[in-house]
């Protein structure tokens, strides 16, 4: 695999980032310590890779023995490029997984308020989605749409897919630069504007736009309880018939990272648009070229006309608007996501893997796929 030199530097950390980037353009050589190599991915710019340097290191013991005494170096890394992919290490299970995390960052969450239904296996460590295999999930940073999000995500290949099923990245600060300006300068102008619908208890975990119910969301079934939270995170809200519930709130479109100042587009509009996974599927498709694949398209394509037809936008499952309210359009949405395919870094999964992303630098998503796959998830405050 091609490697990256990866220089040492006591200097501030914007002039860091623009001295790697500047050697990311040159030859690449590897880098390999006594105990961890590191490399890139052959055609990939992320993640870089952590890789045991032998075998006698590859034991979870010498991981976080590892991990422990070089946590400037590893920090430095997420800071240059916002994604480490730990690879060949023996982890083995959810609860080791946890260690690693931890022992990365102490400061994981159990609170989760995204939308994608989740399964718990550890203290802090859940299933990254339950969404049915064929749906994609769309390129996003965590939970964007909320004041605070989580600042770092880990990802762990409990069981690797065989084929497709992939968790694929992007440079969110590399996607502001190219995004075309009248679109980046009206969202960080404005903002984005959210739209939610949620069922009730006893609803279906599984819908094709509104995902979970409120209550597995806010883990009570007390409305005032639920209310709790939605005044906290700045929601407005309203309770419809049939114990549904709605949360509209606008948050800024994109967000400094708090450690290096640089700048990143940050928000859901490209997840929670009514024409993004139509969208969406016509990249999946071209890429995996199955007729599952077409007929999800199609499917998706005709549902959505449907929808758009007989909905306003304010009634919508999930939408996303300018921060005004006004329409982000057809082309509009097509140019958001065609900026980040153009971006996509697509590795596969390998058994054991642990995927360690800057949350404020770099998005994921979920590519479609068939047959046995669980990734699972943990995240800092």
Do not use: C
């Amino acid at each position: 695999m091609p490697a990256t030199s990866l220089t040492r530097s006591s200097g501030k950390k914007k002039s860091l980032v623009k001295k790697v980037n500047s050697e990311k353009e040159k030859t690449r050589v590897s880098k390999t310590s006594e105990e961890i190599s590191k490399n890139l991915i052959k055609g990939l710019k992320l993640p870089i890779v952590y890789s045991p340097s032998s075998p006698e290191k590859a034991d979870l013991k010498h991981l976080t023995n590892w991990i422990k005494k070089n946590q400037k170096e590893i920090q430095r890394d997420l800071l240059i490029y916002g994604a480490i992919l730990f690879r060949g290490f023996n982890i083995g299970s959810s609860e080791n997984f946890e260690k690693v995390a931890l022992g990365l960052d102490s400061n994981l969450s159990e609170a989760y308020l995204g939308t994608s239904p989740r399964d718990k296996k550890t203290k802090f460590v859940h299933t990254a989605s339950e969404l049915p295999s064929a749906y994609p999930i769309m390129q996003h940073a965590e939970m964007s749409f909320l004041n605070k999000p989580p600042k770092k995500l880990f990802f762990y290949a409990k069981v690797a897919p065989s084929k497709n099923g992939e968790t694929p990245i992007t440079d969110l600060r590399t996607v502001l630069r190219e995004m075309p300006s009248h679109i980046s300068d009206k969202v960080e102008k404005q903002g984005i504007k959210y739209i939610r619908h949620y069922d009730g208890p006893g609803a279906s975990r599984y819908s094709l736009w509104k995902t979970k119910p409120w209550n597995e969301m806010f883990k009570t079934i007390d409305k005032k309880e639920a209310e709790k939270e939605i005044k906290k995170q700045d929601f407005d809200h309203e309770w419809l018939p049939g114990n549904k519930l709605r949360l509209i709130n606008s948050q800024v479109g994109v967000r400094k990272h708090p450690i290096s100042g640089s700048k990143a587009w940050h928000n859901h509009s490209q997840t929670f648009h009514i024409d993004s996974p139509r969208l969406e599927y016509q990249y999946v498709f071209k890429r995996q070229k199955t007729l599952r694949g077409l007929g999800v398209y199609l499917i998706l394509s005709l549902l959505t006309g449907i929808k758009k037809l007989f909905s306003k936008s304010e009634d919508l499952d999930v939408h996303a608007t300018y921060g005004d309210g006004s329409e982000i359009s057809n082309k509009d949405i097509k140019t958001i996501i065609g900026v980040f395919w153009k971006n996509i870094q697509i590795f596969s999964w390998q058994k054991d893997d642990i995927l360690y992303i800057d949350n404020y630098s770099v998005s994921h998503g979920r590519l479609p796929f068939v047959g046995p796959r669980e990734i699972q998830v943990a995240w800092t405050e």
